[in-house]
Structure formats: C-alpha cells, structure tokens
C-alpha cells in the first residue's frame, strides 16, 4: 500500500470496509499517448516519441512546515450509510444512453457521499493509458475516493475538443462533448451517489478538458486539478479552486504553463490577494494561495526538469496530490 493509502486509514471514519477486486468491463485498448507517459516512482522520467529522459532525482528538505506536505493531517471522509452496502473499492461500467462508443467507468468510493474525481484522458489516449501511468485507481480504492473515468469520442482515436479550440479531428469535427459528460454524471446519480464534492482532473489535452468542464458547469465542480495543461479561455469570476501542476521543461506548453494558469485563475476567476506561501520539497516547488473569496484556494506545483509527463518522482506525486485535494474537498 502506498503512503496515502496509510493517510487514508486516519481520514476514513468508515468501519470494516472490504474493498473488493476490480472489475473493469468494457474499456478502451491501451494506446501511448505522449501526453500521459508518467514518470515512475524512483526512476528516470521517460517520454514516448521523443525519448527524452528526465531528471536525475535528488534530496532536499522542506523549507517550510506550514507547507501542504504528505503528512499533513487531512479532513475525515464521510461516513457511509448504516444501514445500505456499499460496493466500496468496486470498479464498473457505466450504461450511458446514447453514448456506447465512449467506455465510462466508475470506481466505487468508501461511501455514497464521499467526494467523485472525474477523470480526463490526454489526446489520442485512453482510460487504461492513463490509468496505467498514474496508478490514481490503486491510490482512490485504497483511500475510499470514487472515481468516474471519461472517454473522448473515437474519430478514430480519442480526443476532446477542448475549449472548443483543440484538439484534432475532434476539434475539427466541432464534436459536442458535454451532453455525454452530463449524461456520465447522471448515470452517477442513477446509482444513488451524492458526492461531497465533485472535482475535474486530466492531463494535457485532457487537463484542458477539466478547465472546461468545470469552469461551464461550476455549480456542480468545486476543483480542478490540471496536470501539463494550460490556460483556460474563459472562466472569469467563478468560485472554483485550481491545483496547478506542471514540470520546467515541459516541451508541449512550456516551463511557465502552470504557473501562467495559476496567474490568471488569480487574478480573473477567483481574485486571491498576492499573499503566497513557498515550500520547497526536492525538485519541486509549491506556492499556495489561501487568502481568496468564498474559501476557495489555489496550489501551483513546479517540478523542476520535468518533461510534459504525469509527474511521479520521490519528491512529488500527482497522483496522491489528487487524492489528498480529494479528501480535503
């Protein structure tokens, strides 16, 4: 079990939750996609199609102990309901009407309430892709977090038309991505869910895809999690908290593309004061800000050398970052 996992038994107010063996129905063949090759816990980072290695990995300690490190304590997930099962660490297949090319999967959290991570692919990429470089199924089972798994439209590979500006043959095709992403969400709410919180995440092209998700249905998403992604088009004074994570050598958006996102949810969607708080953990940077409107907050990770990958590396995990943001939502 990973260190979150054990995080997770001091969060959890759930008793005797047996989590059960996955069963996964009806998802997408593994592709690679260079936008989710992830950097393995411990070893070099690599990237598909371009062959690039990543940084030599390398100690350093906190600077700060009021920073957001992985020990911090975390708030209780919600207890599950006394008296109705609950099918916790179960992954199904979602029936959504209307939408059978596009496999949706939803992995059962620690209760019906517990917060939902709906999860985007990068360009060209798959569920299993993305699950594979991430390991985010592994980490929410064993923390009790649901969540919902998105495909893009097969035209012939998977994409998004993000922001209605990228990418691809989606984009090309002016594909309409929302009434299969609210028609996902019902299907949730079919099964009796009624989460905490709901939260948007994805990776390059797929990170793009949360923005906009989130950003046009705010009074359903309370986060977004942007993984290698960039700057939304439009998302102006919104009650809407963004964790920003990018690594320096990102080729595809830039070194700066996550430190620009959270610029401008500063100031135009949430409008925080300039007050910050910088840590240093290793080779990544994180500067949060707290002091914002309606409890809403912004956290902006930098790994230093990172190429546009799913960031995993001794000093810095995206994965358990999403699922810390979840517990605490």
Same mark, same amino acid.
């Given at each position: 079990?990973?260190?979150?996992?054990?995080?997770?038994?001091?969060?959890?107010?759930?008793?005797?939750?047996?989590?059960?063996?996955?069963?996964?129905?009806?998802?997408?063949?593994?592709?690679?996609?260079?936008?989710?090759?992830?950097?393995?816990?411990?070893? %070099?980072?690599?990237?598909? !199609?371009?062959?690039?290695?990543?940084?030599?990995?390398?100690?350093?300690?906190?600077?700060?102990?009021?920073?957001?490190?992985?020990?911090?304590?975390?708030?209780?997930?919600?207890?599950?309901?006394?008296?109705?099962? #609950?099918?916790? /660490?179960?992954?199904?297949?979602?029936?959504?009407?209307?939408?059978?090319?596009?496999?949706? @999967?939803?992995?059962?959290?620690?209760?019906?309430?517990?917060?939902?991570?709906?999860?985007?692919?990068?360009?060209?990429?798959?569920?299993?892709?993305?699950?594979?470089?991430?390991? @985010?199924? +592994?980490?929410?089972?064993?923390?009790?977090? %649901?969540?919902?798994?998105?495909?893009?439209?097969?035209?012939?590979?998977?994409? #998004?038309?993000?922001?209605?500006?990228?990418?691809?043959?989606?984009?090309?095709?002016?594909?309409?991505?929302?009434?299969?992403?609210?028609?996902?969400?019902?299907?949730?709410?079919?099964?009796?869910?009624?989460?905490?919180?709901?939260?948007?995440?994805?990776?390059?092209?797929?990170?793009?895809?949360?923005?906009?998700?989130?950003?046009?249905?705010?009074?359903?998403?309370?986060?977004?999690?942007?993984?290698? /992604?960039?700057?939304?088009?439009?998302?102006? !004074?919104?009650?809407?908290?963004?964790?920003?994570?990018?690594?320096?050598?990102?080729?595809?958006?830039?070194? !700066?593309?996550?430190?620009?996102?959270?610029?401008?949810?500063?100031?135009?969607?949430?409008?925080?004061?300039?007050?910050?708080?910088?840590?240093?953990?290793?080779?990544?940077?994180?500067?949060? #800000?707290?002091?914002?409107? !309606?409890?809403?907050?912004?956290?902006?990770?930098? +790994?230093? /050398?990172?190429?546009?990958?799913?960031?995993?590396?001794?000093?810095?995990?995206?994965?358990?970052?999403?699922?810390?943001?979840?517990?605490?939502?």
């Amino acid at each position: 079990m990973s260190p979150l996992g054990n995080l997770a038994r001091c969060f959890r107010r759930v008793s005797s939750i047996v989590v059960a063996s996955t069963v996964t129905v009806g998802a997408a063949a593994c592709g690679q996609d260079r936008n989710e090759v992830g950097a393995r816990r411990g070893g %070099a980072t690599t990237t598909a !199609d371009t062959g690039g290695q990543g940084p030599t990995q390398s100690a350093s300690t906190t600077t700060s102990p009021a920073a957001p490190t992985s020990t911090a304590p975390k708030p209780t997930l919600p207890p599950s309901s006394a008296t109705t099962p #609950w099918p916790a /660490g179960v992954e199904i297949s979602l029936d959504v009407p209307g939408h059978a090319d596009r496999p949706t @999967l939803l992995l059962h959290g620690a209760g019906a309430t517990v917060p939902l991570v709906v999860v985007f692919h990068g360009s060209g990429g798959t569920i299993e892709n993305i699950k594979e470089r991430s390991d @985010l199924h +592994v980490l929410a089972r064993d923390a009790g977090v %649901a969540l919902l798994w998105l495909s893009g439209k097969p035209i012939p590979d998977r994409h #998004w038309n993000t922001q209605s500006t990228c990418c691809g043959p989606a984009y090309e095709q002016r594909i309409d991505d929302f009434p299969y992403i609210d028609a996902s969400l019902d299907a949730v709410r079919s099964l009796g869910l009624r989460p905490s919180a709901f939260l948007a995440t994805g990776v390059s092209a797929g990170a793009g895809m949360a923005v906009t998700v989130a950003c046009n249905r705010r009074k359903v998403f309370s986060t977004v999690i942007s993984v290698g /992604g960039w700057r939304p088009i439009s998302c102006t !004074d919104r009650r809407l908290s963004l964790v920003a994570i990018g690594g320096t050598a990102d080729e595809v958006f830039g070194g !700066d593309g996550a430190r620009r996102l959270a610029r401008q949810w500063r100031t135009a969607v949430l409008r925080c004061s300039s007050r910050r708080t910088e840590t240093r953990v290793g080779i990544a940077l994180i500067t949060e #800000w707290n002091a914002c409107p !309606d409890g809403g907050f912004i956290r902006l990770v930098e +790994v230093d /050398g990172l190429k546009h990958v799913w960031p995993r590396t001794p000093d810095f995990d995206a994965s358990e970052e999403i699922i810390r943001t979840a517990l605490a939502a």
